[in-house]
Each structure stands twice: as structure tokens, then as C-alpha cells.
């Protein structure tokens, strides 16, 4: 049998002080006497799924409070969400998901080894394990998850749905755009002005990527011409001589010194003269090059007398569209190709109006045709599915109690066009249930949505509460069924379901004097006859309590096993 969570660490939550079980496949049973803390069990599941941490659950005495849970499982999907985290699967190929509440408050997630936010921890356990409680019982009455399950009813149900929100999602845009145009026409009309002339006067001074500050350097070196002109041609002369700049001068120039140096400590035979020849001529390459640079830099020096004035007339045009529009010139243009965008956005002639009203009709009737496709769908999934739990309500000691699923036209939305209502025996579910009913009524229905699934874990927090006798019997079957493909943890105090376990944990306390703590384990046969036993009114010191625990054991094991070969 598969089983998803194969192990549940629990530190400081409740009363439970430190408890780690190893989890098998198929149904666990999870039982103690009132107050043992066998909720708390299910309150660090919640807290694995990204649920609410709450300080108060922090043992009394304890600084946090720390849950830990290991998931096997090769779903895609599941590994994705642990990559783009930053963690890893564990040496057993497995994901390690863990949870801490501080006593002050703060919550701290981890998984696959790296911290995450506790949303994430939610997204990774959504598809692998699901808790039931007496809230979830109640979430059930809520319209929205009565749709949810008529969906979940029918795979071919999905695929509609996409499609009607791929419609719905264009025509609300294209019906949001065209009242946006129609009731702002002369807004839209003034905005469309102000761009027009943004635009425009963009465009007249023609800017540059990168031009303001290429002309700031420009304008800088032109204010300095003079001094730099004189600086390049001194530095000149005075490597290559006065006549490289077409003057005379009776001093030798730098290149021509340097020269006669090198010569003079070639020709003799000692190697460190020739060492300083050598660097010599180094040297003399170096200064041709200083001097050909020196040459071009006088070269690329303006000699237009205006070139000064009209770079400063270019920088102040630059300047007068960088303080309306953005920083620098870079942001003037990204701000430019954004105008222009919205002002092609935002045509309001009659022709971009009429084109658009048949836009919106063209959306609105594609959008209710995927709704009529998928209003026939649920329609259909619906009856099958009130049949269903009908026929399973009759086996949970509910004969004659008929669900039926009612689906009636509703306003476009997101989810369709449809709302879904669950009525017993014709009325809503919620006025017609009690509270052990309502237990049975989702039972069933997990049951019917379940039954070929598999790869996830299932948990109910005693979802038998006030049934007895024969329905207790048949939810055990009914849980025993469902774990026949996939894991199934249930928290329970009747005997009858608990004798279908395929594991019995159990959550014992130890009353101190001043603290009660509790802790988790499993148990052999014969501990689970004994606690079988007790769960019976107390029989557990009574040879004939045991002796019944034995019976209602044997019974139930022989009808798991049979399960077991009928599923295989």
C-alpha cells in the first residue's frame, strides 16, 4: 500500500513533548483518552499544509514548538515547487518538510533543506494531503466548495472549465476596456492631446540614447580648448621638436636625445649597457605612440568658433525634456515608447469604438457558449454524484436519506456560470444535517471523489462524531475501502472504526504533578485488543471486554483483508 507521509516528528506541540512515529500505508487509527492530545497530531499536519501558527499551542514551559513530516512521492508537479525553492529531496529521494512556532508567535518554515515562506509549504502539501475536521465539515456548507466537489466529480469537467475562463478572462478585458472608452470618452480624448504633444515635442529635439552625456563632455572640453590645444602641442614639441608642429627651434627634441642614448649604450660589449639599451628603445616606442595620440588629440579639437554656443543650445534642449519626462535622456525615450503605446491604446474614434463593440459581442458569445458546455457538464456530474453518495449514505447507516446536487444559472463569474447546492431529502445540507450526518455526508463524498485517485493522503479529525453502533461499523468500512488506495489517518474514539486499522497508534499521557504530557506509539495485537477493550465503555480489566475486543478485531481485520484482494 502507498503511503505518502512516512513519518511525523512532533516537539513541544500541546501536551505532546516529543513523539516521532513512522507512518505505514493504507488506514491509521489514532486513539487516546480525552485530553491525551490527539489533536495535536492533527493541529502539526495543519501546520505541515501551511496552516496558522498559533503561540497558544506552544507546550506550557517549552520556548516552540516543532513539527516535522517526510513526504515520498514523484509527482512533478511536488518536485517543482522544492526546486524553485532551493531544496532537495534527502538520500531516500524523499522531501523533508518541517514547521516551528516560537512561543512569542513567529513561525519558521523549512523545505527540502532551505527556509521558505509558509505559503509555500502550503503549495507543496495541497496535492499530497488533505485534513478533514469539524471546520472542514462546515467549510463544506460553503457554496463555493459544493462546486468545487461537483468538479471534482468528473475529469472531463476540467478541460471545460479552462476554456470558459480562457473566454471569460477576454470578454471581461474587452468589456472592461469598452465602458472604460464609452463613459471616459472626454477624458480619454484629453489624455490622447496631452500625449500627441509629449510626443511631439519629443520628437522635435530628436534625442540620442546617451547624447546628454556625450554632449556634457563635449561642452566641457570646448570650454577649455585653448589650454588644451597648448598643453598637446608643448608636450609635442618637446618629444618630436618644433618642427613636427611646423616651427624651428635649435633645442633637440625628446625622441631625438633619447636616441642618440640608445645608440651610444649599443655599441659597446657589456651586458648591462645593452640591458639599458634595450629598456632605451622601449622607451622610444612609447613615445611614438604618446605622440601619435598627442597628434590625433590635436586634431579632433574643434576649431568652430560656434560650436561651443550650439552645444550649449543642444544641452539646454535636452535639459528642458529631461525635468518634464525623466532623469536623463535614457528615460525620456523609454518614457516616449510608453506614451506611444498607450496613446495606440486608447483610440476613440467610431471605427476603434465599432470595432471593438464587435469585439466585446464576438467574446461574450464565445464565453457563453464554453459556459453552456460546461453547465451540461457539471449538470451531468452532478446527478451521478448525488446517486452516488445517495447509495453510500444507505451503507453509513443513512437508508432512506437521499442527497441531490442542485444546479442553477447564476451570474458570469470567474468559475462559471453556475452555483451548486447540496440538499438532503430536498433541503440545503445545512439546515437539514446534524453535526454526525454532515461527518457521514463528506465522508461519502470523499469516498465517491477519491475512489480512483491515488499518490495522497487523506486525514479525518473524528470524522465519526455522533454516530454509534452500525454506522460506526460501516464508516470504518467505508475508510477501510479508501485506504485500499492511498493513506488514510483518521483520529477517532469509536472502537468500531478503530478495529479496521491497518495501523493503531496511540496517544497515551503521563499526569505529573504539575504538567500533563503525552506521546505516540504504536501498537502490537495485542495492545490494540486491549485498547479495542477500553474504548468499549471501559472494558479493557473484563475478561469479556477483551473477549469482545477480540471479536470486533477478528471481524474487522478478515474484512480488510478481503478489501485488500478485491483491490488487487
Known amino acids: 500500500m502507498q503511503r505518502v507521509l512516512t513519518e511525523l516528528t512532533i516537539e513541544d506541540l500541546g501536551v505532546i513533548r516529543s513523539s516521532s512515529v513512522e507512518l505505514s500505508g493504507g488506514l491509521t487509527v489514532l486513539t487516546g483518552e480525552t485530553g491525551a492530545g490527539k489533536t495535536m497530531v492533527v493541529t502539526g499536519l495543519r501546520l505541515l499544509t501551511g496552516g496558522r501558527a498559533d503561540a497558544s499551542r506552544v507546550r506550557d514551559g517549552a520556548k516552540k514548538a516543532v513539527v516535522e513530516g517526510t513526504f515520498a512521492t514523484d509527482r512533478d508537479d511536488v518536485a517543482e515547487i522544492v526546486s524553485e525553492a532551493g531544496g532537495d529531496a534527502d538520500e531516500n529521494g524523499?522531501?523533508?518538510?518541517?514547521?516551528?512556532?516560537?512561543?512569542?508567535?513567529?513561525?519558521?518554515?523549512?523545505?527540502?533543506?532551505?527556509?521558505v515562506p509558509a505559503a509555500t509549504l502550503g503549495d507543496f502539501a495541497q496535492p499530497l494531503i488533505t485534513v478533514h475536521g469539524q471546520n472542514d465539515q462546515l467549510r463544506l456548507l460553503a457554496p463555493d466548495q459544493q462546486l468545487a466537489a461537483v468538479d471534482r466529480a468528473d475529469p472531463a469537467i476540467a478541460p471545460l472549465l479552462d476554456q470558459y475562463k480562457a473566454a471569460f478572462k477576454k470578454w471581461r478585458a474587452l468589456a472592461k476596456d469598452y465602458k472604460l472608452r464609452t463613459e471616459s470618452r472626454r477624458e480619454l480624448a484629453q489624455e490622447v492631446d496631452r500625449l500627441k504633444f509629449a510626443i511631439a515635442e519629443i520628437d522635435e529635439v530628436a534625442p540620442e540614447a546617451g547624447e546628454d552625456a556625450d554632449l556634457q563632455t563635449r561642452i566641457r572640453r570646448l570650454q577649455d580648448v585653448d589650454a588644451l590645444r597648448e598643453a598637446a602641442s608643448t608636450a609635442l614639441g618637446a618629444i618630436d621638436g618644433a618642427e613636427s608642429l611646423g616651427g624651428y627651434s635649435d633645442d633637440e627634441p625628446a625622441s631625438t636625445l633619447i636616441g642618440q642614448a640608445q645608440s651610444a649604450l649599443a655599441g659597446v660589449e657589456d651586458a648591462e649597457l645593452v640591458q639599458l639599451a634595450h629598456r632605451l628603445g622601449d622607451i622610444t616606442s612609447q613615445l611614438g605612440d604618446v605622440t601619435a595620440e598627442l597628434g590625433a588629440f590635436l586634431g579632433?579639437?574643434?576649431?568652430?568658433?560656434?560650436?561651443?554656443?550650439?552645444?550649449?543650445q543642444r544641452q539646454q534642449d535636452l535639459k528642458q525634456l529631461t525635468r518634464k519626462y525623466a532623469p536623463d535622456i535614457a528615460g525620456v525615450l523609454a518614457w516616449r515608447a510608453k506614451a506611444a503605446e498607450r496613446l495606440h491604446s486608447i483610440d476613440t474614434s467610431t471605427e476603434a469604438l465599432d470595432q471593438l463593440k464587435k469585439d466585446l459581442q464576438a467574446a461574450e458569445k464565445a464565453m457563453r457558449a464554453a459556459a453552456k458546455k460546461l453547465s451540461r457538464a457539471?449538470?451531468?456530474?452532478?446527478?451521478?454524484?448525488?446517486?452516488?453518495?445517495?447509495?453510500?449514505?444507505?451503507?453509513?447507516?443513512?437508508?432512506?436519506?437521499?442527497?441531490?446536487?442542485?444546479?442553477?444559472?447564476a451570474q458570469f463569474s470567474a468559475s462559471g456560470a453556475d452555483q451548486v447546492e447540496l440538499q438532503l431529502n430536498g433541503k440545503p445540507l445545512a439546515s437539514?444535517?446534524?453535526?454526525?450526518?454532515?461527518?457521514?455526508?463528506?465522508?461519502?463524498?470523499?469516498?465517491?471523489?477519491?475512489?480512483?485517485?491515488?499518490?495522497?493522503?487523506?486525514?479525518?479529525?473524528?470524522?465519526?462524531?455522533?454516530?454509534?453502533?452500525?454506522?460506526?461499523?460501516?464508516?470504518g468500512r467505508r475508510l477501510a475501502r479508501l485506504a485500499r488506495g492511498q493513506q488514510v489517518i483518521v483520529v477517532t474514539h469509536l472502537p468500531q472504526v478503530a478495529a479496521y486499522a491497518d495501523?493503531?497508534?496511540?496517544?497515551?499521557?503521563?499526569?505529573?504533578?504539575?504538567?500533563?504530557?503525552?506521546?505516540?506509539?504504536?501498537?502490537?495485537?495485542?495492545?490494540?485488543?486491549?485498547?479495542?477493550?477500553?474504548?468499549?465503555?471501559?472494558?479493557?480489566?473484563?475478561?469479556?471486554?477483551?473477549?469482545?475486543?477480540?471479536?470486533?478485531?477478528?471481524?474487522?481485520?478478515?474484512?480488510?483483508?478481503?478489501?485488500?484482494?478485491?483491490?488487487?
Do not use: C, W
Open 94 to 115: 524523499e522531501y523533508l518538510a518541517s514547521r516551528t512556532v516560537s512561543a512569542a508567535g513567529r513561525s519558521k518554515a523549512r523545505l527540502g533543506g532551505r527556509a
Open 503 to 568: 495501523t493503531h497508534l496511540h496517544v497515551a499521557k503521563d499526569v505529573e504533578d504539575t504538567t500533563v504530557t503525552s506521546g505516540v506509539a504504536a501498537l502490537s495485537e495485542k495492545q490494540r485488543v486491549e485498547e479495542l477493550a477500553r474504548m468499549l465503555a471501559g472494558l479493557d480489566d473484563t475478561e469479556t471486554g477483551r473477549a469482545h475486543a477480540q471479536e470486533l478485531f477478528d471481524r474487522a481485520q478478515a474484512e480488510v483483508r478481503e478489501f485488500s484482494a478485491d483491490k488487487q
Open 378 to 409: 457539471r449538470e451531468k456530474a452532478a446527478r451521478a454524484l448525488g446517486e452516488a453518495v445517495t447509495a453510500e449514505l444507505t451503507g453509513l447507516a443513512m437508508a432512506g436519506q437521499e442527497l441531490t446536487v442542485a444546479v442553477e444559472r
Open 432 to 475: 437539514a444535517a446534524s453535526g454526525g450526518e454532515l461527518s457521514r455526508v463528506m465522508l461519502a463524498l470523499e469516498v465517491i471523489l477519491n475512489a480512483d485517485t491515488g499518490g495522497s493522503t487523506l486525514v479525518f479529525d473524528e470524522v465519526d462524531a455522533g454516530v454509534g453502533g452500525r454506522a460506526a461499523v460501516e464508516i
Open 300 to 312: 579632433d579639437l574643434p576649431a568652430d568658433p560656434n560650436l561651443l554656443e550650439t552645444s550649449l
